[in-house]
């Protein structure tokens, strides 16, 4: 799995050679260059022999060379910033537009059984994540390493006794802080939960301050709360004591080594005497001992750095293979090339249905039901009865396990879903309105209807009369939490669905309160919108129930009962009980 998401994340990367190339080139160059300086430092101060013996002239070049090196590292890093930014945000674009079409293309089923707040958080964080943690990880740890080997090689070259002291000994402050951090981390955990405690407790203590007092507990409560707040002091305490410890101990550690290093360095350059002829024998020289603490200052920073790094690769591994994972989820199976649904009289008939949302846990069993072209059919059934299930059917959200769902006579899984749905008009509990004008959430089924269709469409419904009082009347910038009522939403909704001209409609009315001259509007206008269509109602309303042409009794995922208003009252079954448990006597 792991080997596969590294492969995939560099397929993605891939796709950008040029950056890539030179992000890899630029580092290199920045590396050479930083790792150059010393060398010349060291030659300098060779060329300071003592007092009135100083190589001026070649001193000067040798100022140039840092100059030049210096600027060269500046640049490279510089064009590393900018290259590996590109890369980074290119390869996040195509993983979240990527993601977004998936999301798009995924069936019902996947975003019903997964949470929503993890769906997003693949695409928004996670995608975030990946570009911060593997494109900026990866050069970062391409650079340490670059930088240790070359140390490394540069130290045995110029001296390996000492090298050797350098490469076994600096190790040594890593070794300290990283004892030290681990148990820094469980101290700071310690003083999260502490605080987190005392929050919630002073939470509880400010929001039930009232009942505390009726029972007169506050004194209780504040010796409760001085236990957290010194439980709170200690934690903290230990938390900052160990994690202040860290930088003293690693510099001392550091310190040491750097005066092993001058120690080692100073008795070999007593040996081996002292200028350009001595360097030049290939004695350690004082410009040779000035590159190896420089070096050894060098040394441990890229170790530090690489296990930050490797920190925040395993996070981005992570990251990257819960976006991969969405990716290969399973679409729905890709039905463009089949035909569109061609409805005359709009007559939808269920027949010998069987459906599951989990294989065996039985729903809907053998189901058959015909519902002529026009008519109204409510479906009524206490919660969990299947109504929404029977819904995702007619929609094809989800597939039947056995039987046929056909439209005029079409079986609909022979078309393609596309044509299904834009043929069914559907209003649902949960308002949607898309963020923008109102004129696009009312076009958003058919846009090309013209204004005079929408207004027209708009008035039928009783929208026309908020809708032109709004500030920029159709042009009015809406979004899911701007200040229409209830109500005003639920008739834009309508609204929309009329305009869009559906031959088949689906309706879950609203159990929402609303005020009674709304609520007329809005049976209003589902009655002018359900003239001569089709209609399956998941009623709640008696009026729309009594006025349904058939209607279907649901308990546990099966029709139980059908018929109209009278003939099932008279047989004083489900929908008899459920009229009577729900709604007034059965007499009125
Ligand atoms: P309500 O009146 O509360 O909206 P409903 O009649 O619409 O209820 P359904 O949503 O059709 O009921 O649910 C029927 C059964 O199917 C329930 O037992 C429910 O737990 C189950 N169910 C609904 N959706 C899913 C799903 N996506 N995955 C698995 N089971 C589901
Ligand atoms: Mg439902």
């Not at 003592?50 to 890093?77: P, Q, R």
């Not at 209807?449 to 039928?460: L, N, P, R, S, V």
């Given at each position: 799995m792991k080997k596969h998401t590294l492969k995939r994340i560099l397929a993605l990367v891939g796709k950008y050679p040029f950056s890539l190339v030179a992000v890899i080139l630029f580092a290199a160059a920045e590396v050479a260059a930083t790792l150059y300086v010393p060398v010349l430092v060291g030659d300098g101060v060779d060329l300071i022999v003592?007092?009135?013996?100083?190589?001026?002239?070649?001193?000067?070049?040798?100022?140039?060379?840092?100059?030049?090196?210096?600027?060269?590292?500046?640049?490279?890093?510089w064009l590393v910033g900018i290259f590996n930014n590109r890369l980074a945000f290119r390869t996040v674009q195509e993983i979240r537009n990527k993601a977004f079409d998936k999301i798009n293309a995924l069936p019902l089923k996947y975003l019903d059984s997964h949470p929503h707040g993890d769906t997003l958080s693949r695409v928004v964080a996670d995608a975030d994540e990946v570009s911060d943690g593997l494109v900026m990880g990866f050069t970062q740890l391409f650079t340490g390493v670059l930088t240790i080997g070359g140390t490394i090689a540069l130290m045995l070259l110029t001296n390996w006794k000492i090298a050797l002291v350098v490469i076994f000994v600096t190790p040594l402050s890593i070794f300290t802080s990283r004892f030290i951090a681990k148990r820094t981390y469980s101290y700071f955990r310690a003083q999260t939960i502490a605080r987190s405690e005392q929050v919630s407790f002073t939470e509880e203590a400010v929001s039930n301050l009232k009942t505390a007092q009726a029972f007169c507990h506050e004194k209780e409560n504040e010796a409760d709360f001085e236990k957290k707040n010194a439980a709170y002091k200690s934690a903290a305490m230990s938390a900052t004591f160990s994690s202040s410890l860290v930088n003293p101990l690693t510099r001392f550690v550091n310190n040491a080594v750097y005066a092993l290093v001058v120690l080692f360095g100073a008795l070999q350059i007593a040996k081996g005497g002292s200028g350009a002829a001595a360097a030049a024998a290939g004695a350690l020289t004082v410009g040779g001992l000035t590159k190896f603490l420089s070096y050894a200052n060098q040394y441990t920073k890229p170790f530090n750095e690489i296990s930050g790094v490797v920190t925040e690769l395993s996070g981005a591994f992570v990251c990257a293979g819960r976006i991969f994972e969405l990716l290969d989820e399973a679409e729905e199976t890709p039905d463009s090339s089949l035909g569109d649904l061609i409805v005359t009289e709009g007559k939808v008939r269920l027949e010998n249905v069987s459906f599951a949302y989990t294989e065996g846990q039985k729903l809907i069993e053998n189901l058959s039901l015909t519902a002529e072209g026009g008519k109204r059919v409510a479906i009524v059934g206490r919660t969990g009865s299947g109504k929404t299930t029977l819904i995702n059917l007619l929609m094809r959200f989800y597939d039947v396990n056995a039987g046929e769902i056909t439209v005029d006579g079409t079986k609909?899984?022979?078309?393609?879903?596309?044509?299904?749905?834009?043929?069914?008009?559907?209003?649902?509990?949960?308002?949607?309105?898309?963020?923008?004008?109102?004129?696009?959430?009312?076009?958003?089924?058919?846009?090309?209807?013209?204004?005079?269709?929408?207004?027209?469409?708009?008035?039928?419904?009783?929208?026309?009369?908020?809708i032109s009082r709004l500030p920029q009347g159709y042009d009015t910038y809406i979004t899911e939490e701007v200040n229409l009522s209830a109500g005003q939403k639920q008739l834009l909704c309508i609204a929309r669905i009329m305009l869009s001209l559906p031959d088949m409609l689906i309706l879950d009315e609203a159990t929402s309160s609303v005020d009674t001259r709304?609520?007329?509007?809005?049976?209003?206008?589902?009655?002018?919108?359900?003239?001569?269509?089709?209609?399956?109602?998941?009623?709640?309303?008696?009026?729309?129930?009594?006025?349904?042409?058939?209607?279907?009794?649901?308990e546990q995922g099966n029709v139980v009962e059908q018929g109209n208003h009278e003939t099932l009252l008279k047989k004083r079954g489900y929908y008899y009980n459920l009229y009577t448990s729900q709604f007034a006597t059965p007499e009125n």
């Open positions: 003592g007092k009135g013996n100083v190589n001026f002239e070649e001193l000067k070049i040798v100022f140039y060379k840092i100059g030049v090196a210096i600027s060269v590292g500046f640049v490279a890093k609909i899984r022979t078309v393609n879903r596309k044509s299904l749905r834009s043929r069914y008009g559907m209003v649902l509990q949960e308002t949607f309105l898309k963020t923008g004008t109102v004129r696009e959430n009312l076009k958003i089924g058919r846009e090309s209807a013209t204004d005079e269709e929408m207004i027209a469409a708009a008035k039928a419904c009783h929208a026309h009369g908020f709304t609520e007329r509007r809005i049976s209003d206008a589902f009655d002018k919108l359900m003239k001569g269509r089709t209609c399956f109602i998941v009623a709640h309303r008696l009026s729309t129930i009594k006025n349904a042409d058939i209607i279907l009794v649901m």
